[in-house]
């Protein structure tokens, strides 16, 4: 199946779409990963930082950079209150501008997947950390099809919506992640998923964040007639029950990955 590509390109959009994920796999992978206090972190691909604001809070940093191909990812970071701890800057895995062994602590959140030459986005990830520094990230299970957009995705694409699949999906599993990591010459590589469960207050609240400008199944469902997207939205609707004040509860898994520089 072919994939979609995806640039980020509204801030505030994507804290709707997926704020509140990161934060509840972040706080999870955090703990797994145990960093070290007092270390320089690179955050790789920080989005509207809020992966890099977990961190500031959990993780007791000496110094933060936090980067991403996206212009106006940076600038939505820049204007918010965890800008006054974190140096966002704009800059691609794939060619880190940054010496060798310049960082302790190398991370991506939801990340590695969407970058088009992972094995050079690790290897510039290894350079830029010190030797015995550790290099993490997650990403959803997208091969998994565990991920907060999969039941509207699976509903629209059986009412014949073409849906196409997220970039990197074939690397999203724990198997591929780990060899991933071991072919970049990390040691000690090591993986595991968490589930995580995010809470909206009513259907309509999920529906209006998971279908942001950005997200290319937005593209396919605004191409439909109005009678068309209706179905669709009633069908996903249907699939996810909702409890009697209107809130409803959506499960993802998302893949981690880590391992050490020598
Ligand atoms: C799902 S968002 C995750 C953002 C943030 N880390 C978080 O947890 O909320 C994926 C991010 O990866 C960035 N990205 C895409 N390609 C990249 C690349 N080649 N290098 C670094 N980041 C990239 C996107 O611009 C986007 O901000």
């Not at 706080?27 to 977990?54: I, K, Q, R, Y």
């Not at 062994?101 to 510039?124: K, M, Q, T």
């Not at 991920?147 to 059986?158: D, K, Q």
């Not at 995580?196 to 209006?208: A, E, G, L, M, S």
Request: one cysteine or more.
């Amino acid at each position: 199946m072919a994939e979609s590509s995806m640039r980020f390109t509204d801030g505030e959009a994507y804290e709707r779409f997926m704020g509140r994920w990161s934060r509840a796999v972040g706080a999870l992978f955090l703990d797994w990963v145990a960093p070290p206090v007092n270390a320089d972190w690179l955050d790789v691909g920080c989005g509207t930082g809020a992966f890099t604001e977990l961190l500031l809070d959990a993780c007791a940093p000496h110094s933060v950079i936090a980067v991403d191909p996206s212009p106006e990812q940076i600038v939505h970071a820049r204007s918010l209150p965890v800008a006054a701890k974190a140096d966002f800057r704009v800059a691609d895995a794939q060619a880190l501008p940054f010496p060798d062994r310049s960082f302790d602590v190398v991370a991506s959140a939801l990340v590695i997947n969407f970058i088009p030459d992972r094995p050079r986005g690790l290897s510039e990830m290894r350079r830029v950390a010190r030797p015995g520094g550790v290099v993490a990230g997650y990403v959803w299970d997208f091969a998994g099809r565990r991920t907060p957009n999969t039941i509207l995705g699976l509903t629209a694409r059986r009412m014949g919506v073409e849906v196409m699949q997220a970039p990197g999906t074939a690397d999203s599993t724990l198997e591929r992640l780990a060899a991933l990591f071991g072919e970049a010459g990390f040691t000690g590589v090591e993986s595991r998923a968490f589930e995580v469960t995010c809470d909206y207050v009513n259907f309509d609240d999920y529906w209006d964040a998971q279908t942001p400008s950005f997200n290319p199944l937005t593209h396919a469902l605004n191409a439909l007639s109005e009678r068309d997207r209706a179905a669709v939205k009633e069908k996903t609707r249907a699939a996810v029950p909702a409890r009697s004040d209107g809130s409803i509860s959506v499960s993802a898994t998302a893949n981690a990955v880590k391992g050490r520089v020598s």
